[in-house]
C-alpha cells in the first residue's frame, strides 16, 4: 500500500498555515512534533465530556476520566509491548523520567566510588541528572566515546564496564546526530555482567518500532510531545521487579495506601511513582495518538521518513561548503549541519524568514558540540508527514543563503 501522506498531512491542521506568507514547511519535529486532529479532538472531547480528578471520585465523571486514563497506559503497554501496566509511570517527559530512576533506583545502588556509564552523545536530560547522582554520592561518571561519523567506538563500551559499574544510560538515537546506537547488543553485554540498562528513547520512539521485552532494557524513557501527542506527559517503563524495590520519588495524594503522622505506606505500581494530579487530558492526548500511529502503522512512518533521510542527505552532500554533523551508518530522521561562514542561528533565522522551521543551537548536546568543535548546528528533523518537496524548498534555502553569504 502507498503511505497515505496527502491524507496524512491533511490530518494535522497547522501544516496549513502560512509562515511570513508562505507556506510552512516544519522540520523541527525532534524538538516537539505536532498534533493531528485526533489528538486535538481527543483532549476537546476529554474537557467537554469526560473531565475529572481520577482515581478519587466515584461520580461518573471521575469514573469515566479514570477509566479514559487507564486506557491510555495499557495503549502504552502495547505500544512498547511492556508486560504489564504496572511497569508504565506516567511522568511529565523523558527529563523527569530519567530524574526519577537517578533519584530512586540511583540513590538506593550507587555508592561512593561506583561508576555510572552513558555516551558521548547524550542529550544534557540523560547527562546532568546522573552528575547530580555521583554529586550525592561520590560515584564517578563515565562516557563511551565516539568516533568523528558519530558513532560509538566498537569495543570501548565493553572497556568501560566493569564491576564498579552500576548503571549504563545511553540514548537509542542522538537528537544532535541522528545517530541510531545498537542499544539491543549493549543490553545484552551490559546484562551478561549484571548490569541494568536505561534506554533514552526520547528521540527513537517516533521513528523506530520499540519492544522492550525485546530490547530487554530495564528502563525505558520518552516523552510524549514526541510522539505526536501533548506536552508536559511522558512515560518511564521500568521491569516491575526493578520499580517494585524502588522507594517513591515524590510524596503526596495518589501515591499513598495509608497516612498518619507517624508513618505512611505506599500505593502499589504504578501508583506509587504518580504522585498528585497528573496531565489527565495529556495522558488521554497520549493514547489517541497511539492510536493514531497505530492505525498507519510504525514500520511505514520509518520507511517514510527513512527515505527523506536519504533524499535529503543525497542533497545536502552536493552543497558546496555544507557539512553534515553526524554520518553514523545507522541514523534516524535527523540531518544536522553547518555552513561554510555562515552560523547556525543566522541560518535558522534565514531559513525562517522562507516559512521553513528549524532548530539552530547545541541541541541541549553541548558535550556533542564541543566534540566536532562547532558552537552550534541547524538541524532538520524529519517526521511522518514531511516530503521530498519539502525538503526540496528547504535544499533551495540553503543554497539560496549561501549565495547571498558566500
Ligand atoms: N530533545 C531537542 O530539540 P524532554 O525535554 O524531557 O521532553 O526530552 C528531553 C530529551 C531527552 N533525550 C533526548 C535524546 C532528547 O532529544 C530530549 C529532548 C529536544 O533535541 C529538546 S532539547
Known amino acids: 500500500m502507498n503511505y497515505p501522506i496527502e491524507q496524512i498531512r491533511a490530518d494535522f491542521p497547522i501544516l496549513a498555515e502560512k509562515i511570513r506568507n508562505k507556506p510552512l514547511v516544519y522540520l523541527d519535529n525532534a524538538a516537539t512534533c505536532q498534533k493531528p486532529q485526533a489528538v486535538i479532538d481527543s483532549i476537546v472531547d476529554c474537557y467537554s465530556h469526560s473531565y475529572a480528578n481520577i482515581h478519587r471520585g466515584v461520580h461518573t465523571l471521575s ?12 495503549k502504552v503497554k502495547t505500544f512498547i509491548n511492556a508486560n504489564s501496566d504496572k511497569e508504565i509511570i506516567f511522568v511529565r517527559g523523558a527529563t523527569e523520567a530519567i530524574n526519577l530512576v537517578a533519584q530512586t533506583y540511583g540513590k538506593t545502588n550507587v555508592q561512593a566510588g561506583d561508576e555510572i556509564l552513558i555516551t558521548a552523545m547524550e542529550h ?67 546484562h551478561a555482567k549484571n548490569i541494568p540498562v536505561l534506554v533514552d528513547g526520547a528521540q527513537a520512539i517516533p521513528h523506530i518500532t520499540i ?47 495509608t497516612v498518619t503522622f507517624e508513618k505512611s505506606t505506599y500505593a502499589g505500581l504504578p501508583h506509587k511513582f504518580e504522585a498528585g494530579t497528573p496531565a489527565i487530558a495529556d495522558v488521554i492526548g497520549l493514547g489517541a495518538a497511539i492510536d493514531y500511529l497505530t492505525a498507519i502503522g510504525m514500520e511505514a512512518i520509518a520507511a517514510h521518513e ?49 516559512g521553513i522551521a528549524v532548530r539552530a543551537g547545541h541541541h541541549c548536546a553541548m558535550p556533542v558540540m564541543d566534540f566536532y568543535h562547532v558552537p552550534a548546528t541547524a538541524r532538520a528533523s524529519f517526521a511522518m508527514y514531511n516530503t521530498k518537496a519539502e525538503v526540496d524548498v528547504l535544499m533551495k534555502g540553503i543554497r539560496d543563503l549561501i549565495a547571498m553569504f558566500g
Open 63 to 74: 469514573i469515566r476520566a479514570t477509566d479514559q486514563f487507564e486506557a491510555a497506559r495499557d
Open 211 to 257: 519492544d522492550v521485552q525485546d530490547l530487554d532494557c530495564d528502563f525505558y524513557v520518552f516523552s510524549g510531545h514526541k510522539l505526536y501527542a501533548p506536552a508536559g506527559v511522558g512515560v518511564l517503563y521500568g521491569k516491575q521487579a526493578l520499580l517494585e524495590a524502588m522507594p517513591p520519588y515524590q510524596g503526596g495524594g495518589d501515591m499513598i495506601r
Open 306 to 354: 527513512h527515505e527523506l533521510l536519504i533524499y535529503a542527505t543525497e542533497q545536502a552532500l552536493q552543497i558546496k561548503g555544507l557539512r553534515i554533523i553526524g554520518e553514523a551508518e545507522h541514523k534516524g530522521a535527523i540531518l544536522s549541519f553547518v555552513l561554510d561562514k555562515i552560523h547556525p542561528h543566522d541560518i535558522g533565522t534565514m531559513l525562517d524568514s522562507l
Open 124 to 190: 544534557h536530560a540523560n547527562i546532568v541528572p546522573w552528575q547530580m547522582l555521583c554529586e550525592q554520592t561520590g560515584a564517578v561518571l563515565k562516557v563511551i566515546p565516539m568516533n568523528t561519523q558519530g558513532e560509538l567506538i566498537a569495543g570501548e563500551f565493553e572497556k568501560l564496564l566493569s564491576d564498579k559499574t552500576k548503571l549504563v544510560a545511553i540514548t537509542q538515537m542522538s537528537n544532535a546526530l541522528g545517530t541510531i546506537n545498537p542499544v539491543k547488543a549493549m543490553i545484552a553485554t551490559a
